[in-house]
Structure formats: structure tokens, C-alpha cells
């Protein structure tokens, strides 16, 4: 306007890397996606500028982006830019602002922050609830615990399947009328005193009788058995010899009682996805160990969430019911803070579950542990860990591992040995992605010289290689297999080639159009896809409607209930691209990276490579106490004909494995078979 604007100006001698102009405000209100647009000038900026926002939960950043993809540098005149980012449930902070890397002037002006399209402060704010009143135990539980009976391991166990009962079917607590994380701290001393089960019974009995009367419901809830993949099952709440008379009767009651259509407090499903959002489930960053309640309230939350609203609940072969009972002495009864991360990494392994692992802190206690690692990354071919490229092109070579060895012991102890050891910290579908992640983590250790036998060609060798400071590598290689140079190649005339790490939606025409009159078309998704890509490029594979997978579902009113939905089809749009397809896949296909597999294998596409990671669905963040995170696949996800896919993965039409020989000739030989597929008429 040509009055006033802010500016960024960074020269050689500034400090750091960027600079910022950043505001925050608290995530008081609701909302689905937040937009910041402003107006941004630069002058000679030598990395790029752009505006920015950040979500952040108790634990960290939970969504983020800054232009950066746009690589807005060098000298422009006055823009309008925007960028938007979806309102994360959890999120309870937002940061945002002007960003600018490298040297250089930046202008900014105008900028306008909005939620759902309307300005920020027109927004209604969030109204309280007793998670915004009641304090009484945000410094500790009070619960001390140095030792537990069987009587009261027993109790604890029957506690915990009755608190989650309560939190997802009692009215007061489904209304959000409690604080129920504290409700739970405060009937733990009469359940821990009982000298019997009968009196910890009764003590659960008059905690129920101090949230009121139980209404009869207007129109009340029924399973419906149209479309049901999973029965509740629930027939534990009428096991009097467990829970006697009284508490029985109480649990029937409220599930007689139970309204249709009921809202939940404590879980919601995510709109158009349908996958569990777990809003009020509190992170309480400001706990640390040993705390024996909020450790304890940590193996509840997450043991009830799996047990109703875990859409795989039923290959995760395991009885759940009796790793409550294991795991009640071990996580309570945790000492330190290492210790009680370490317990709930075994517990939420015993799920089965690529997606389900300890976010942010694992890297810490998750063994092997140490701040540097060799600069090599590792693959498992078969069950030998081979080198497989370097991480650092300098201390890489400089280790003296060479690009096919194979690790046969680390500091002394064979490689058959410590997997053996870490494999049940390693939550993971399957073995492919427990191999995959060992591997990744399989040299940290301490910074300095690491005792290594390998074996070369016929040779076994001693090695001394160093352990390098982890900044110093970069992990990224590790986390595709795909291969190297732009996102659309034409390895010949006959071939083209694409891989999704790095495919745009809005070029995916753009990419048909590239391949016009080739053979074949190599789809590569050993990878994590850049954006998700499986409409906007399946469509163009299709030359008529065609269903691909089919997903089952929550019910709010009958937690522990899942239904089918309608199969997920691709509908044809042009460009078609008519030629052959072929799609590759390996252990590091995960999740997205896997329901595109299934698209386009679906669309005809031949998938060769070795099966996937065995995690698919959407996702659902849990927060646990001290500031960690885990999560959950958060929707079944199958193939049109119902078959699954958790823990099974894509199982290629073509299984082709890389060989220790084809890594030490630096050969891809799942990509030469994909060509050879497409050149064979």
C-alpha cells in the first residue's frame, strides 16, 4: 500500500541459518483448516522466503509448513501468497508468521490469518469443561507404589477394564462432565487398600453411584448386524464371579441405557475418514517418573483405546486381556523415566502394528542406544544385515565398510543374537518392517570406534569403523529405495519411469502425458508418497469404474463394533495412459505407499518387488502421559473382496529380493525386472 511493512534482512555475518517474525496464539477454538495469506516482497534472497505456520501439541509440532517446496528466492515485487494447513485436533498452540533462509531482504505486509475462512478473532472459542477446571492432580497423582500383590495386580486389572467401559459408555463421562483421567486417581487408593476382591468391587460400585443415577434413554441404541465386521463382545460385564453383583448390574445398566447416535467426549471420528480422534486425551508434560498413577493411567488409556476403537483387534493374536494383567507391574512399578518408556515400547509392540510405535522419545531408550551410529545404512537381505549405501559420502567410505558387506557381530555379539534381543521393542506389523526399522537402528551406540566381523566376497573380517555424531549423516537415504534423479524419467523409449517421493498431485496429467507412447509405465512406491496421489493418478490408469478396497469403520454407539463401508472405486478421466504398468514395493512401503498399491495394481498394474510393511489406514495419534506419543492404524482398510491387508502387506505379483551380489555391483534389480516385464511382448 506503500505504507508501512515489515522486513527480514540477513547478510554473511547473521546468525544462524533464517530468520522469522513470528506470533503465537492459543488453540482456543475449533475449527478444520487455518489459512494465512500476506503479501511478501524479497530482494537477492539467496534460499527462499515464505510465510509459515505450526501446530504444536504438548509433545511437539504436529503440522507444519513454510513455503519452502516453492522455493520463492532471488528479487520479486510485491505477491499474494497463501498457505493452509488442516486444524489438528490436538494442537493447542499456533505459530505463524514470515520466514527467510540464507541472506538477503524480505518484505512483509498485510498478512491475514483465517479459520474456515473467517478472520481468527470472529472465531468462537472452545466453551471449558472439567479438563479446564479441575487441577487437582496436575503436579502427580499421589500414587506411590513400590510393590503390587496378585490380589491387587488382579483388582488393578479389573479397575482399568471398568474405567474404560465407563469412559466410552457412562453419559456423564461420554458428555465430558468429568475429568475422568483424575476421576481414575482419585478411587485408586480404595481399589489398592481392598483386602478382597469383593471390597475392591464395592469400591467401584459407590465410585459409580458418585456420578448419579443412570437415565433410561429415549431411543436407545441397537447393533445393527447390516454390514458388521466386528461384534463389541462385551459379555465380560456380566461376569459376576469377577466383578460381583453390584458392579455388574451397574455396567449393564449403562449399557442397556446408552443412546443411539451418542456423541462421545473422549473419541470422535475424524469427518469424511472416519478414523478415531482422541481430542481430550491428555499428553501432562509437566509428569515425570515414577509417578505409579499417571504411569498406570498411561497402560489404560492406551489398552482401552486398542481394545474399542482398534480396527485390528482380531489379528493382533495376542490376549489382549492377559497383557493388561503382565502389564500392570511392570509399567506402574517403573523407576525411571527410561524404564517406564521402555515398558510401554514392549506394550505397544504387542500390538502388531508398524504405525504403533513411541514418537519423539523412543530414539532415546529404544535399544540399541547412542548418539552416533555408523555411516552406513543397513538392510536386511534375508536375515544377513548387509551395507547397503553410505550416509555420508565422506566418513561413509572412510568407515572401511564397503557397499555388500555383511555385518556378522558388533562389538562382539552376533548380528542373530541382538536381533533376537531388540526384536520385542520393535512394534511392526510384520518382519519385513521389524527388519527394516532393526536395521536402521541396529549401530547406534556410543561416538567412537565400533569392533565389526564382516564378511567380503568369501572373506570373514575384523573391522574397526567409527560411530559418527548422527548430524553428520543423512537419514533420508534409509527411507526410500527408489531411484536416484528427477521424479519422471524415460529410461528408453519403451520405458518411462516415476516415482512417488517426489510426484506432484497437480502434475500427475502432466506425467501421462511424458509417457505417451511408451510400453510400459514403472510406478515407484518403495518410497513414501510426496502427496497423495492415488485419485489424481489412478483415474488416468482406468478405462472404467473400478473398485480397489473397501475400509471398516467405528460406531460411536456401540463402541468395539466395526461395519463395512461401500468398496472405494477409481473413476476413469483422461489423459489414459494405455500402455503397460508395473508398480514396485519392499519394506519400506508404508501405509499411503500401500493403499496406492492397491489402486493401481486394482487398475492392472503388474506390482513387483517384496512385501510391503503390513500397516494401512489412516492413522490416530494417542497421547500418553510425560509428553509421549504413540498411534494406531485408525481404519480397516481391505481389498474389495474383504480380503485384508494389516500385517499381511501387498504381496507382489513378482517377488523379486535384492542379492548381496547385486549390492556390491551397485545393481537395482527389482527395477531391471519391472523393464523386463514391460519390454517382453
Known amino acids: 500500500s506503500g505504507k508501512w511493512a515489515a522486513r527480514l534482512d540477513r547478510n554473511p555475518a547473521s546468525a544462524g541459518t533464517f530468520s522469522t ?87 512483509a505486509d498485510d498478512l491475514t490469518l483465517t479459520v474456515d475462512g473467517k478472520p481468527i478473532w470472529d472465531v468462537p472459542a472452545i466453551q471449558e ?31 482399568g477394564r471398568v474405567w474404560g467401559f465407563l469412559k466410552y459408555h457412562h453419559p456423564a463421562i461420554t458428555a465430558g462432565q468429568r475429568h475422568w483421567d483424575y476421576e481414575l486417581f482419585r478411587v485408586f487408593p480404595q481399589v489398592l487398600g481392598a483386602t478382597n476382591r469383593a471390597s475392591a468391587n464395592a469400591a467401584m460400585h459407590r465410585w459409580i453411584a458418585s456420578f448419579g443415577t443412570i437415565p433410561e434413554c429415549a431411543k436407545c441404541a441397537s447393533l445393527s448386524a447390516t454390514n458388521l465386521y466386528m461384534n463389541p463382545d462385551i459379555d465380560w460385564i456380566a461376569n459376576e464371579k469377577t466383578l460381583g453383583s453390584d458392579l455388574s448390574q451397574d455396567l449393564r445398566l449403562i449399557y442397556k441405557n446408552r443412546p443411539a447416535d451418542q456423541q462421545q467426549f473422549y473419541v470422535s471420528l475424524r469427518p469424511e475418514v472416519g478414523n478415531p480422534l482422541f481430542l481430550h486425551d491428555l499428553a501432562y508434560p509437566m509428569i515425570t517418573s515414577p509417578d505409579a498413577g499417571f504411569q498406570l493411567l498411561a497402560l489404560y488409556r492406551f489398552w482401552n483405546i486398542v481394545e474399542y476403537w482398534y480396527p485390528y483387534r482380531d489379528v493382533m493374536k495376542e490376549d489382549w486381556d492377559d497383557v493388561l494383567v503382565d502389564f500392570i507391574p511392570r509399567i ?20 502388531h502394528d508398524t504405525h504403533a510405535t513411541l514418537s519423539y522419545s523412543q530414539t532415546s531408550v529404544l535399544p540399541p542406544v547412542g548418539d552416533c551410529r555408523l555411516p552406513a545404512a543397513i538392510r536386511f537381505v534375508g536375515n544377513r544385515a548387509v551395507v547397503w549405501r553410505y550416509l555420508n559420502k565422506e566418513s561413509g567410505p572412510a568407515s572401511g565398510l564397503q557397499i555388500g558387506d555383511v555385518i556378522l557381530a558388533l562389538d562382539g555379539t552376533p548380528v542373530r543374537e541382538l536381533v533376537n534381543r531388540w526384536r520385542p521393542y520393535y512394534g511392526a506389523s510384520n518382519d519385513a518392517a521389524r527388519l527394516r526399522d532393526i536395521g536402521r537402528s541396529m549401530t547406534n ?25 548422527n548430524g553428520t549423516i543423512d537419514l533420508r537415504t534409509e527411507q526410500s529405495h527408489d531411484l536416484g534423479g528427477a521424479t519422471f524419467q524415460k529410461l528408453s523409449d519403451d520405458v518411462a519411469y516415476l516415482k512417488l517421493s517426489s510426484a506432484r498431485i497437480s502434475e500427475a496429467a502432466q506425467y501421462i502425458d511424458l509417457a505417451k507412447g511408451s510400453k510400459g509405465l514403472i510406478i515407484d512406491i518403495r518410497n513414501y508418497p510426496a502427496e497423495f496421489i492415488v485419485f489424481a493418478l489412478g483415474q488416468l490408469l482406468v478405462q472404467k469404474p473400478t473398485e480397489f478396497s473397501r475400509f471398516t469403520k467405528s460406531d460411536l454407539s456401540n463402541p468395539r463394533a466395526f461395519h ?10 483422461q489423459p489414459h495412459y494405455s500402455g503397460k504398468v508395473v508398480v514396485l514395493v519392499d519394506e519400506v512401503s508404508l501405509s499411503q505407499a500401500e493403499y496406492t498399491a492397491m489402486a493401481f495394481r486394482a487398475a492392472g498394474a503388474i506390482v513387483i518387488g517384496s512385501t510391503t510393511a503390513g500397516a494401512d489406514g489412516d492413522v490416530s495419534e494417542i497421547p500418553l502421559p510425560g509428553a509421549l506419543r504413540t498411534a494406531i492404524s485408525g481404519i480397516g482398510v481391505f481389498y474389495p473382496d474383504k480380503k485384508p491387508t494389516q500385517r499381511v502387506g501387498i504381496i507382489p505379483d513378482i517377488e523379486v529380493l535384492p542379492t548381496i551380489a547385486g549390492i556390491r555391483a551397485g545393481r537395482d534389480e527389482v527395477l531391471e525386472v519391472a523393464i523386463q516385464q514391460i519390454k517382453k511382448q
Open 21 to 107: 517474525m513470528t506470533m503465537a496464539v492459543p488453540i482456543n477454538f475449533v475449527g478444520s483448516r487455518i489459512e494465512l495469506r500476506g503479501f511478501l516482497k524479497t530482494e537477492d534472497v539467496s534460499q527462499f522466503a515464505g510465510l509459515w505456520i505450526r501446530e504444536d501439541d504438548d509433545t511437539g509440532s504436529v503440522a507444519f509448513e513454510n513455503m519452502q517446496s516453492r522455493q520463492i528466492n532471488g528479487t520479486h515485487d510485491w505477491t499474494e501468497y497463501s498457505i493452509q494447513l488442516p486444524l489438528r485436533p490436538q494442537a493447542k498452540r499456533l505459530f505463524f508468521g514470515v520466514l527467510m533462509g540464507g541472506t538477503g531482504k524480505t518484505w
Open 129 to 159: 469443561t472439567p479438563l479446564d477446571t479441575d487441577h487437582e492432580f496436575d503436579h502427580g497423582s499421589g500414587i506411590e507404589l513400590t510393590k503390587l500383590s496378585r490380589t491387587q495386580i488382579e483388582d488393578l486389572a479389573t479397575l
Open 332 to 351: 506402574s512399578l517403573a523407576r525411571t523415566n527410561e524404564d517406564y518408556k521402555r515398558e510401554l515400547m514392549l506394550l505397544i509392540s504387542r500390538v
Open 445 to 469: 551406540g556410543a561416538c567412537g570406534p565400533s569392533s565389526l566381523q564382516i564378511q567380503r566376497d568369501n572373506q570373514t573380517l575384523t573391522l574397526i569403523a567409527a560411530r559418527v555424531s
Open 564 to 573: 463395512w463401508t461401500s468398496a472405494t472405486s477409481l473413476i476413469p478421466q
